[in-house]
Each structure stands twice: as C-alpha cells, then as structure tokens.
C-alpha cells in the first residue's frame, strides 16, 4: 500500500521560510517522479514543483521559481520543498504527489499539510 506523509507546515509570517518533507513508502521511491501541489481556498489544486527520477530535472510554477527548490533523497524515501520569501498568496494545503512524470502527476498523493503566510 503506498503511502505519502507529509509534515512541516505551519504559519509563517512573509518572507519566512518552511521546508516541507514528504516520506514515501509502499513504493520503491528511486523509479518514481515526484512533485508538490497546493490547494488555496475555493481554487483548484496546482502544480508547485515536480523532480524527476534519475537526473534530478525539476520543473517549477512560474509563481515560486526563484523562491522554492524542490529535492528528493533516495536513501530516506523522501522528497522535500525548500519554501523561502513567503508571501500570502503562498496559503494553500500542500499535497506530495508520486509517480508520474516531469510535468504530468501520478496517481498517489499525500492527505497533505497547511501552509500560513499571515502577519
């Protein structure tokens, strides 16, 4: 059974920084791509970031480029999002996402965890 956690959310005020961890089992997580997605209050969910599987490619929303890096370690089953210069738009419930591509998603995904950006 695949399972995807997330952990690491919380509030932050803007311009602050979180690092989100999504620890994967149930999956043999080196052949897998992976991706973070979030969630705002009445919007659809959206792509955040995605990291491929073996060269380590990334592909990012325009809206978080430059402030937010994706990374994966093989060796923990765990893939994380480095979120720095927050901003209030930034609030949404952030979802792990596995298998998949480089810009399309799989089909298993986290429960996922809050992120506040508020002063």
């Known amino acids: 059974q695949v399972q995807l956690v997330e952990s690491g959310g919380g509030l932050v005020q803007p311009g602050g920084s979180l690092r989100l961890s999504c620890a994967a089992s149930?999956?043999?997580?080196?052949?897998?791509?992976m991706g973070w997605y979030r969630q705002a209050p009445g919007k659809q969910r959206e792509l955040v970031a995605r990291i491929s599987v073996t060269d380590r490619r990334t592909n990012y929303a325009d809206s978080v480029k430059d402030r937010f890096t994706i990374s994966r370690d093989n060796t923990k089953n765990t893939v994380y999002l480095q979120m720095n210069n927050l901003k209030p738009e930034d609030t949404a419930v952030y979802f792990c996402?596995?298998?998949?591509?480089?810009?399309?998603?799989?089909?298993?995904w986290g429960q996922g965890t809050q992120v506040t950006v508020s002063s």
């Open positions: 149930g999956i043999i997580f080196s052949g897998y791509a």
């Open positions: 996402n596995a298998g998949g591509g480089l810009t399309l998603s799989g089909n298993h």
